[in-house]
């Protein structure tokens, strides 16, 4: 499936009692905190610059976004139902791909455009699976 040029990467925890600990250690990789950006049940990761981690070697990996959750979160669940359900409905997952190049192609450069492009298809997709 085409994406925009940055993935999303959950971090599942056992409870969110063992965040400090995974927030101290991801500080220590180059991440810092952002808080929830609004999704209760998980804690966003942000990045100044692309080398992961701050070692010797300095590795560029791609853009990306990083939240930690607990396993038992209603964030997660969402991801892995919408997940379940392109994999279980191609013509949906295609349908969604579209969008997506649309969005990259009309919204290239404003994160939070494209973002609001894919709520609605994302919410009815998982109206459908719940």
């Not at 990761?45 to 976004?65: A, C, E, I």
């Not at 892995?80 to 190049?101: C, G, M, S, V, W």
């Amino acid at each position: 499936m085409p994406a925009k040029p940055r993935i999303d990467l959950d971090v599942v925890i056992v409870s969110m009692a063992h965040f400090p600990e995974v927030a101290k250690r991801l500080s220590a990789l180059g991440y810092y905190s952002q808080g929830n950006l609004g999704r209760d049940g998980r804690e966003a990761f942000g990045r100044r610059d692309d080398l992961v981690p701050y070692d010797s070697k300095q590795t560029t990996w791609m853009k990306h976004n990083l939240y930690v959750c607990s396993k038992d979160s209603a964030v997660l669940r969402e991801h892995l139902i919408f997940r379940d359900y392109l994999r279980n409905h191609p013509e949906t997952a295609k349908e969604y791909a579209e969008l997506k190049q649309l969005l990259v192609e009309r919204d290239r450069h404003n994160q939070d455009a494209y973002v609001a492009g894919k709520t609605v298809f994302v919410q009815e997709v998982l109206r459908k699976a719940q």
